[in-house]
């Protein structure tokens, strides 16, 4: 929203006219507003939505994505940080690629391959700022996507759980092959897990339909909520194969809840009770609920439709109790006790189904009017944007606030007893048009055709105005990879629902789809079942604040402590930090009293990689080295396990056929432009290594020499004369000697490229390996002017000696992720003469700047497939003002 706009909306409420014995004065009341506006102005957070360029994958594809970071209390682009950390997580919770995004004005971009090594399963997608790291890992952006394979696997399962009251779950998993033929008669060895520990190993042999049952108990039904069934498949007698299948939830028990309006239930005051019924799975449950006194008289009878969830109206008398009978999905029943009402208080209610406007009122009991003045407030995100005080002469106490003067999002009303403590609390949601980008595009009718190249025109605008901004653009084949529309997230959910509300939101694009009076109530109903969980008030005024543990990250820092040998800090010692990426970077500083040090505001890429060297003030190289390593945030449960899908494959079998079809029209080459090279014939692998930086691959070198090897050698120099052939030494230096032309050595240590002077520093007995490289085919990729050592020093637990190599040490940090470009084919003008192409994402921009008019476009080819294609366009301008466009169009 705009300053201006800001600015108005202040002085609407201040001078608004309140009815209904409401008085614009607040001075009581004051002190508590001053304070709320300095705490906000220190506490700021952040948020993230990711914008993917579809909702699943299969191995082998990428994963594009653009990052956007808003600041929650100005809701614009925040410059609180610089760098945003991106994992993909596995169905272990255990981090299977970890990426540093550099962020401008709160946004950036990346992507992650899915390599053939990953499981098909269901994968969690969670980002985060080291800022945000202070709030707690539950204010992340945390997703939960499906992988699928079917082109490397020759087993397919499906599997069905059945729950019983005695706490057993029998589980029936049907192993075939891609065509359906099921393994009969085949032993499976399995292994269960329950919240990670392994409970049962065991084993089986399916049946003639390929199925085996597996029946386990849970140890304890209130802390077992998730787990996995590993099994192993003998599909002959020299082959195995393991596949994951999740237990996505351990009961078929449902969890009743009930949401007293404003918190609390006061006697003999109307008031509006909302139920919720969710399943181990994290889902909403249909139920009937019948409400009873205790004289067995139905007062209320509601049923639970919309994911679980319903309301009621309800008047609780002075000296009833009342019982909720539930009679669940299979016909069993189950008694509840409503909450106690208390014997008076305050009410609060809302009213937010008209569209125009948002209807508030208090209801006072009889016992407390008169007692003092009352105060309401109404904030976003944690901003107060509206305060008054009211008398608590009349029992009812009511007004109107226009919901076009309020910003998008989640709205918190508090209402304050006379004594300044908070009494009741609601939250309703204002979806308003007003600071949302308007996105207008080109028709793409005329385009509808396959190869045809495709250029997109769109124009911003905010309030009639032109505005520029920065957008992200997918373009997929939806007949391919058809989009879960209500699951889906974007930059309205996660940015102004899901990311400030505890628990899991199911199906969150529901509620942005449409914005009729169902919709409205609908997503009224959700803001009464979920909590608000950015502010807590008792907090707030007991002073207790979020300490600051994590600072806001701007650059890369790499820093360290120096000692000598008996652990006493070393000062004024010189650290040399030396690193390479085609050309050798030294940069020194000094030690402090504590021998600390520290390389400030550093930007390097995700491939480079660092030697550390110390000595003590007096030139000493007998030093230890430590590096500050930084800390990794803990992986809790995924508390997106609604979305937990337990059979993955098969839900996404059409989409997995069409990549297999395409990963086939790959490998032929009939996709990407393909270059025909020379035969060249690869140097066999003389000598086993395993680990090393070889860019060509561990051990494929002309002539190896292992640690074992050295063990005689005076020198390194020593060792390379004597037993790599052709190389020779001038001045000390080695090297080989070709047309009377002497070429030093290229020589990479751990990854890394140094002088040949800085080897002097390594002890021969922590060398684990060295691969010489000296045929095209091998330096062709170091862009070498001659022969190439690439060396690798021993782990830290191989090595015998105290310091391996004396004030020497090898640093690899995560460095920034450097996104790659998406590849768009180009084809040729005969269609007929253009290849197949099964791709689903036909096209995919990161970052596309509209210019001062708002005008913007992007160029690419269709595909030489026909289908349904869906254009999103996401985005934000400089204000916080946020986009959205979806567009379709058919390819015949």
Known sequence: MKKTQKIKLIVFFLCFVLVSGFIAQIDPFEQILSELEEYNKNNQQEKVHLHLDKSYYAIGEDIWFKAYVLNTVTAQPSQISNTLYVELINYKDSVTKKLRIPLSFGMGWGDFNLKDSLDEGNYRIRAYTQWMRNAGPEYFYDKTIKIGNTSLTKVLTNTRYIYTNDNKINSTIKFTQKNGTPYKSREVKYEIFLDNEKSINNKGFTNEQGEINIEFVRKDPSTSHSGRIVTYLSISDKENFSKVIPIKLTSSEVDIQFFPEGGNLIENIPCKIAVKAVGSDGRGKKIELSIKDQAATEVANVVTEHYGMASFNFNPLNGHTYTGTVTFADGSKKDISLPRALPQGYALSINNSDSSSVSIKVIISEGLLGKGDIKLIAQHNNKVIYATKAKSDKQIISLNLPKEKMASGIIKITLFGPDNSPNCERIFFNNSHLDKLNLEMENLASVSKRIARTTTRFKVSHTGKYTPGSFSVAVNNISKAEP???????????????????????????????????????????????????????????????????????????????????????????????????NIFSIDTLTDNNGRFAFKEMFFGDSVKFAVQARNNKDNKKVDIKMDEPSMEAIGKNKNAGNIDVNVNESLAQYLKNSDNYFEELRRGMINNSISLETVNIVAKKTQVTESDNINGPGMADNILLGSDLEKCISIVHCLIGKLPGVTVRGNVPGTTRRSFFTPLTVYLDGIKVDWGYMENITIDDIKSIEFLRSIGLTFVYKADGAVAVITLKKPKERNSHVVTPGLLAHNPLGYHTAREFYSPKYEPNINSSPNDYRSTIYWKPNIITDKDGNASFEYHNANEPGTYRVVIEGIDAFGNLGRKVYTYEVK
């Open 484 to 582: 879960d529309e209500l699951n889906e997230s974007n930059i309205f959910t996660d940015l102004l629902l899901t990311s400030d509300l505890t628990g899991y939101v199911e199906n969150p694009n529901y509620y942005f789809l449409r914005n009729d009076r169902q919709t409205r109530d609908r997503l009224d109903l959700l803001m009464q079942t979920q909590g608000w969980r950015r502010f807590i008030w008792k907090d707030f005024l007991k002073n207790k604040n979020t300490p600051i543990v994590f600072q806001p990250e701007k650059l890369i820092v790499i820093s360290g402590t120096v000692t000598s040998y008996n652990g006493k800090p070393v000062e004024n010692g010189k650290v040399s930090l030396f690193s390479s990426s085609g």
